[in-house]
């Protein structure tokens, strides 16, 4: 039984390290991870992906590069594939894979947010979950139980040594 409880709390620090390392680790190289949730870039980037974006020098795209970029709201980030770069306007006209017409409008270098250089099919799922409440409640229940494994481990490995000393 203390064998489990001690692997069962390693299993769990584990996951949650690997997660951490996934989702959050990669921004203090400036590489930030975004989920796919649409299916404009399909098959190269699925929905419920993670790409990891990395900032480009606006002066080397060139057409057919994958670029990430918001959208004039400045709110919402898009991933397509450029089509034309206009150097004179300091713009690019985009499209996704998957779409049958090019983007409306053309996208100022100046919201270009950068390039995807990673695709982890499937994350983007679980990251969308672990941000949501729900996931936040479970992140917290898990920390919990690593507690109470390592303080069982604990209680038994002490109930050994008196067993023992006795």
Known sequence: MRLLCKWSALGICGML??????????????????LVQSGSMEPEYPVGSVIYVKSVDK?????????????????????HRIVRVDEEQEAIYTKGDANE??????????????VPVICVPWLGYLAGYLASGMGKVGIILLVVLVCLLSWMEGALVRE???VKGV
């Open 101 to 114: 017409l090019e983007d409306q409008a053309a996208t100022p270098f100046s919201r270009i947010v950068g």
């Open 59 to 79: 002066a080397g795209l060139s057409d057919g590069d994958v670029v990430t970029f918001y959208l004039p709201d400045e709110e919402t980030l898009v991933t």
């Open 17 to 34: 390290a690997v997660l951490t390392m996934l989702l959050a680790l990669p921004g203090l190289f400036g590489i930030h991870p975004l």
């Open 160 to 162: 050994q040594e008196e």
